[in-house]
């Protein structure tokens, strides 16, 4: 089965363009090169996979705005796990119910979390 992230794979290899996306802890609009995406993704998607996650489970992510959630969404998605975005902001007692109500199998987050 196919999923955004397998989806967005050739487009993102596309040569002489690239990509804006904003980063929040910047406060500014961020290119990133497409093969240069593509790759972080590429390594994100090992990693996941790497940490047991199977198709079909939930991971998830609570990141700020900007690429290294981009890169974290899509590396999960192309996993074949299942994104479950996470508002960091909530507060321990709204994360532990999130994170429950989504039973995930991995978390990713920023390093500041």
Not at 40 to 67: D, K, L, M, N
């Amino acid at each position: 089965m196919r999923n955004l992230g397998d989806c967005l794979e050739k487009s993102l290899i596309a040569e002489g363009e690239a990509l804006c996306a904003f980063d929040e802890e910047a406060r500014l609009m961020a290119r990133v090169d497409r093969r240069e995406l593509a790759a972080r993704i590429y390594g994100a998607t090992q990693w996941v996979r790497e940490q047991g996650c199977q198709p079909g489970e939930s991971v998830a992510v609570a990141a700020g705005v900007g690429v290294d959630h981009l890169v974290a969404l899509l590396a999960v998605m192309r996993a074949g796990c299942i994104a479950a975005p996470v508002n960091f902001k909530l507060g321990r007692a709204g994360l532990a119910h999130v994170l429950s109500d989504a039973e995930a199998r991995l978390v990713v987050a920023d390093d500041d979390l």
